[in-house]
């Protein structure tokens, strides 16, 4: 009975010792797959907020605003010491590519907790800046011309006086100490004599980042994504609605990655995809959302959610 007894234990030890060195192999190689470099915050990169646009950051500076009205423009402008590529958060994927990101917090001032968080992705040839230019209102089309979590924050306000902050990180833990961020910026909200506006600008927003104007009857502007089951599933979900699409494309060139739970950086991405077709001679098109909910269990995202808005107007082109 000793002896089984003994055999039983050292089996048990055997077994824990397997599993421990499991998991310390499993954070090593997590480790390495990603890296990151720390910064002083709002010295190695800093951030301004201005309700009017200007050519670089050393403009901005003599506009700061540090309180907004409702439906205020407002831009947000960076500026790093170094390149960009010292600050980006670089993530090596098991294929041997790379992702370059910054995250981006939404939250009350002087708090730890964050309203909501998204992620900025870089393309590999624009780490050479030092600068950059973010709309938050009326919303700008273009590659990481435009920063949503400002409206999408500031819309589901209530009329009063709110002091809030945007902070920049490249750390991915979570949560973050205060001193864990490349920067932030400070601003007061003050909805004291009203607040209609920003509220409305939700989808105005959305408008402009798709086509650079609020006319709908302007198709979204191509992009760059490319992903053949993505785009399988849409044509497939299209062909369900009745709708012959004589062309299918994506606006924007990746996947837009946001999370609206204050305890979570990643929980869901979305893209645009857009189709034209004719219905009785009549030129007509559709907005596609396509969204990716995160498992984090599973450490992936999981089977697309596609939304159409269909029958939008648009003027027909003739080609010889």
């Keep these: 009975m000793r002896t089984i007894e003994e055999r039983t234990n050292n089996k048990k030890e055997q ?73 980006v958060y670089t993530l090596r994927n098991a294929d041997g590519t790379e992702r370059y990101l910054i995250f ?84 007061v909200a003050d909805f004291t004599k009203g607040f209609t506006k920003y509220p409305k600008m939700v989808s105005t927003f959305e408008s402009m980042v798709l086509r650079d104007t609020i006319d709908e009857s302007v198709l979204p502007i191509e992009g760059k994504f490319a992903d053949l089951a ?23 060139d990746r996947w837009f990655e946001y999370s609206d739970l204050p305890a979570s950086q990643r929980e869901f991405r979305s893209i645009t995809g857009v189709f034209q077709y004719q219905k009785d001679q009549t030129c007509l098109y559709g907005v596609a959302t396509i969204t990716q909910l995160y498992a984090p269990m599973d450490d992936r995202y999981g089977d697309s959610t596609i939304t159409i808005r269909k029958e939008i107007s648009t003027p027909c082109v003739l080609t010889k």
């Design 15 to 87: 077994i824990e010792r397997t599993e421990a060195e499991t998991r310390q192999l499993e954070a090593n190689n997590k480790a390495s797959l990603s890296a990151f470099y720390p910064a002083v915050m709002n010295v190695d990169v800093q951030l301004v907020l201005t309700k009017l646009d200007s050519k670089n950051f050393a403009e901005a500076k003599l506009k700061v605003a540090t309180q907004i009205a409702d439906g205020d423009p407002v831009f947000l402008f960076v500026k790093f010491r170094e390149k960009l590529q010292r600050y």
């Design 230 to 252: 993505i785009r399988t599933a849409l044509e497939q979900k299209l062909i369900a609605e009745g709708i012959a699409a004589s062309r299918v494309y994506f606006s924007g």
């Design 104 to 187: 981006v917090e939404y939250g009350p001032q002087g708090d730890s907790t964050a309203k909501s968080h998204s992620i900025l992705e870089f393309r590999k040839d624009e780490l050479t800046a030092t600068e950059l230019k973010f709309s938050l209102s009326p919303g700008k089309a273009g590659n990481n011309s435009s920063l949503a979590i400002f409206i999408k924050n500031i819309s589901a306000s209530k009329p009063g006086r709110w002091n809030n902050e945007i902070r920049f990180a490249n750390s991915p833990a979570f949560p973050r100490g205060p001193n864990d961020y490349l920067a932030k910026t400070a601003f």
